[in-house]
Antibody, heavy 120, light 106 residues
């Protein structure tokens, strides 16, 4: 069974950093791009970042470019989202998702999400 | 950035009825469009990809159509379990989601 399990969320103050992780299982991890999507409280879905299967290419939404870094460890089937200079508007549930192809695309498997709250 | 606009924002239908949801792209996205269902407190679930292909395990009463800038998700024989928010997402040029349509079955 394909599974994704996010962790690392929590409460931080504006300007601080946080690193999210996502552990994957049940598929050939390195063959697929992976994506982070977030959802602010009571709001819709927002694409954050996608990384290629090899980890050699990463793409970012303008809202997080320069502050967030998406990486992966294919030997451990794990994703990392390093979030720096956090702002109140980064408060959201962060979902990791498997992309159907090894590129930007649609997401066929989603984790349950981890909550990030940025507040003083 | 391609802007995705969904309508209506909310829709209330009775069990057994049909619902038609619309998604419009600000520029053409070919057939690179997906639909997701999200129930309260849950992660999104893929329903439709490539505009009209049902994802694994999705019942035939969910169907998608359209190409270019106009897309439709049609749900027939609605059941109470179909109450959810439905999002469209384009993947032709980066990724963007629509604002969602909340469907209430009552």
């Amino acid at each position: 069974e394909v599974q994704l399990l996010e962790s690392g969320g929590g409460l931080v103050q504006p300007g601080e950093s946080l690193r999210l992780s996502c552990a994957a299982s049940g598929f050939t991890f390195s063959s697929y791009a992976m994506t982070w999507v977030r959802q602010a409280p009571g709001k819709g879905l927002e694409w954050v970042s996608t990384i290629s299967g090899s980890g050699g290419s990463a793409y970012y939404a303008d809202s997080v470019k320069g502050r967030f870094t998406f990486s992966r460890d294919n030997s451990k089937n794990t994703l990392f989202l390093q979030m720096n200079s956090l702002r109140a508007e980064d408060t959201a549930v962060y979902y990791c998702a498997k992309t159907y192809y090894d590129t930007l695309g649609y997401m066929d498997v989603w984790g349950k999400g981890t909550t990030v709250t940025v507040s003083s | 950035e391609i802007v995705m606009t969904q309508s209506p924002a909310t829709l209330s239908v009775s069990p057994g009825e049909r619902a038609t949801l619309s998604c419009r792209a600000s520029q053409g996205v070919s057939s690179n469009l997906a639909w997701y269902q999200q129930k309260p407190g849950q992660a999104p679930r893929l329903l439709i990809y490539d505009a009209s292909t049902r994802a694994t395990g999705i019942p035939a009463r969910f169907s998608g159509s359209g190409s270019g800038t106009e897309f439709t998700l049609t749900m027939s024989s609605l059941q109470s379990e179909d109450s959810a928010v439905y999002y469209c997402q384009q993947y032709n040029n980066w990724l963007t989601f629509g604002g969602g349509t909340k469907v209430d079955i009552k």
